[in-house]
């Protein structure tokens, strides 16, 4: 199976929303031609993990801004449903 490269790209978008910070970056897929986002939601409790949102092939698009956009509206309806499985950080 051949080796799959990508470009990576550093955080591309910081915001703070009461007291949660999200953290977006993108990175390219070679192997389809498309822009994915990589979004972290921190807990202002620094005992708990960052969650990551799932953000699939629903989320690619063909310009890393839109990736960006299209990931950060799937992080805000996650923070904004209030049902993120938050775990503790392990020791």
Known sequence: ???I???AAPIVRTETLGG???RASVCFLDDVQVW???????????AVQPFTVPCGPECY????????????????QWLDGGRIPWKLRVP
């Open 20 to 22: 949660f910070t999200m």
């Open 5 to 7: 490269e990508s470009l």
């Open 61 to 76: 698009r063909k310009s890393s801004d839109a990736a960006v956009q299209v990931g950060w509206a799937t992080a805000r």
């Open 36 to 46: 994915e986002s990589h979004i972290t939601i921190e807990h202002p409790d620094s």
């Open 1 to 3: 199976m051949p080796e």
